[in-house]
């Protein structure tokens, strides 16, 4: 049973940063991807950014050039550094991994979240 585990959030002051854990339970190579999910209060889950298997990156507007995705595969663990904060960034981060099995049918897989917060 896959288990993502997700920890780094926290209180932070504009400007300042973190940087998010997700430790998966089994072989990260096992997934076509994964990636950073928010939700802010009262709005829709988006992606923040993602990370394939082959090491392509995608990130969301809004933090590109403050946000970056990698992974350690020795770890089974993918991070999120966060700089330059914004209180428009607090939200609930959520980790995701997912599979394609065939095209067309994807399994996605979600960690519990974890709250960070932009506030002075």
């Known amino acids: 049973q896959v288990q993502l585990v997700e920890s780094g959030g926290g209180l932070v002051q504009p400007g300042g940063s973190l940087r998010l854990s997700c430790a998966a339970s089994v072989s990260i190579f096992s997934f076509n991807g994964m990636g950073w999910y928010r939700q802010a209060p009262g709005k829709q889950r988006e992606l923040v950014a993602r990370?394939?298997?082959?090491?392509?990156?995608t990130y969301t507007d809004s933090v590109k050039g403050r946000f970056t995705i990698s992974r350690d595969n020795a770890k089974n663990t993918v991070y999120l550094q966060m700089n330059s904060l914004k209180p428009e960034d607090t939200a609930v981060f959520y980790c995701?991994?997912?599979?394609?099995?065939?095209?067309?049918?994807?399994?996605?897989?979600w960690g519990q979240g974890t709250q960070v917060t932009v506030s002075s």
């Open positions: 990370i394939t298997s082959g090491d392509t990156t």
């Open positions: 995701n991994a997912f599979r394609v099995l065939v095209p067309g049918k994807v399994v996605d897989y």
